[in-house]
């Protein structure tokens, strides 16, 4: 999964990139004004936005405002400074899906953040099914027909967003822009080494039907064998 933080205070955007990319392994990318936020917006397949309001350039108000009216539906959880409820209220009712009023406790930035995320793609459940695997994104554990399966953090990411798409080809190039950030075109020739990785410790057996198949020239997808 791939976030954007809009934040301008330095210290701040680097403490939640940072909670991001740990404890979930989400790939963060940061913007400090409300332009760069939209220019980010625009060309970063993101799956959630953490949007600070005050901002130099442009309000996050007007950077979400904007993004909703181009029907960009992705996520946005706001940052705020001051409790303000009618103005929140009114956030909420023009395409935000949450907020946090500063000073907030990052674990709780991060839990809402997955949830977030999980109902962007359609799955409020924070156990994901998909024929035998389960996957436990609060605890970051993966199990095969009940028992535990191995994973890297990368590993564990490409699943993780591959489930959230089951049945559906993904493209080598969708799955790189969210996995990773900005660089996401580095990491072009080490994903098929995770890939291959990943559908080996998906299998019980080795002469199980890989739940994970390639398609050549296509991409890559999770099928129920
Ligand atoms: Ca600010």
Known sequence: MRVLVVEDEVRLAENIARALREAPGYAVDVASDGDEALAMCWTGAYDLIVLD???????????????????????????????????????LNVGADDYLTKPFDLGELIAR????????????????KFG????????????????PVELSPTEYRILEYLMHRPRVVVSKRELLEHLYDFTWEHHSNVIEAHM????????????????????RGRGYRLTQP
């Open 53 to 91: 309001l005050m901002l130099p350039k442009r309000p996050g108000e007007e950077v979400l405002a904007q993004l909703r009216a181009a029907r960009n539906s992705t996520p946005v959880m706001i940052l705020t400074a001051v409790s303000n409820t009618s103005k929140t209220i009114a956030l």
């Open 113 to 128: 953040c997955r949830a977030l995320i999980r109902r962007g793609k359609g799955s409020g459940e924070p156990v994901m």
């Open 132 to 147: 035998p695997i389960e996957m436990h994104t609060a605890e970051q554990r993966v199990l095969k027909g009940g028992l």
């Open 196 to 215: 291959s990785n990943l559908r080996k410790k998906l299998r019980s057996f080795p002469h199980d039907q890989d739940v994970l198949t390639t398609l």
